[in-house]
């Protein structure tokens, strides 16, 4: 008999208390024995790409603090990198990657995609065989136009300009890059759940900067194709998405996409995010620099998201990742704290 999975009754609209609750970024740098295993394996991607370390690095915070919730320990770039385009980590600057021109586009080849990918795979199926039966697995990717950003500017900036520039400039041809990009993001998706994952979750860290109608355009549009593919092949998987930064366009975000969970940033009041609960479970938010402050600034923004959001269908998490500064002992804090909560 499958034990409860109390991230899937909260997927599902119903209240639990206490909430499920899991970090982004739970698998890190914060933890030692990540930066063991990180020392061990390499380089970032060999890492990524080795089940052995990956499936490691994945169980480590579950093995520490029994999350809720366990997500594949992979990265959004692996999704162009299978398409063809060069990718590699260096300390201090982040994900690197040749600037693509339009041209480039339709050069993308997939013809060895899932080849490529057959270790993540393999890392998922490791991982639902191995974790606690009560502890949901999560899948996921990174959102088109999030990817496209990265891919067009070969690095991250910090308003991401080249990308918009892009768009404006080139729009049939970022109309092709994300096209592409839905297509194989979702085959992706699809193959992760058919290993074992039990939800996905798409992120798309770029939607803040965006006007009204590029937001429509390059994050809602490709993000509701992804998700209509997804529930095609697989009706009952819920779907999270984390447009970070989106701001009072979360509150049709739900609506035009799909997804079944919000993710929500730090800066979304929770007056809002207690809006958004009545059309569906959240997921957040408290500010990662509160994990790392500890003491009453951790107790009481723990305190306030439990209060205004915890009644309802939620999943406890940051607003982002959590930072490689974060002390052990404060997550600790929160987990108690998290878990202590009731119901009113």
């Known amino acids: 008999m499958t034990a409860r999975r109390a991230m899937l009754d909260v997927l599902k609209g119903e ?11 739970q698998a890190g740098r914060y933890l030692p024995e990540y930066r063991a295993t990180r020392k061990k394996a390499g380089s970032f991607l060999d890492l990524c790409y080795n089940p ?26 692996v999704v162009p990198h299978a398409l063809g385009r060069d990718l590699r980590f260096e300390e201090g600057r982040g994900p690197l990657m040749t600037p693509m021109s339009a041209a480039d586009i339709d050069r993308l080849d997939g013809s060895n995609f899932h080849q490529h990918l057959a270790p993540v795979y393999a890392t998922v199926r490791r991982l639902r065989a191995e974790l606690p ?3 949901t697995l999560i899948g996921f990717c990174g959102a088109p136009w999030t990817l496209a950003t990265y891919m067009i500017a070969g690095h991250g900036t910090p308003d991401q300009a080249p990308a918009r520039l892009f768009a404006f400039r080139h729009p049939e041809a970022m109309e092709r890059l994300l096209a592409v990009l839905v297509d194989y993001s979702a085959q992706y998706l699809i193959r992760q759940i058919e290993a074992g994952a039990d939800v ?27 998700v209509r593919r997804v529930h095609a092949t697989h009706p009952g998987v819920p779907v999270i998405a984390f447009p970070r930064a989106a701001g009072s366009r979360y509150s049709t975000y739900r609506a035009k996409t799909g997804v079944t969970g919000l993710g929500l940033d730090w800066t979304v009041p929770l007056a809002q995010a207690r809006e958004l609960q009545a059309g569906g479970a959240v997921q957040g938010n408290l500010d990662p620099l509160r994990l790392v402050a500890g003491g009453r600034a951790l107790s009481e923004g723990v ?5 205004a959001l915890g009644a309802g269908p939620l999943i ?25 909560y009731t119901g009113r």
């Open 200 to 226: 996905v979750q798409i992120f798309d860290s770029w939607a803040g900067i965006l006007d009204e109608a590029t937001f429509e355009a390059l994050c809602v549009k490709p993000v509701a194709e992804i």
């Open 52 to 77: 052995d370390f990956a499936v490691e690095v994945t169980l480590q915070p579950i093995r520490r603090f029994g999350f809720d919730a366990s997500i594949l320990f992979s990265d959004i770039l």
């Open 316 to 340: 406890f998490n940051l607003g982002h990742g959590i930072t490689p500064d974060a002390p052990i002992e404060h997550v600790e804090a929160m987990i108690r704290q998290v878990r202590s």
């Open 133 to 135: 039966q009560e502890t």
């Open 303 to 307: 305190g306030a998201i439990l209060d």
């Open 15 to 25: 209240p639990v208390f206490p909430p499920p609750l899991w970090m982004m970024r």
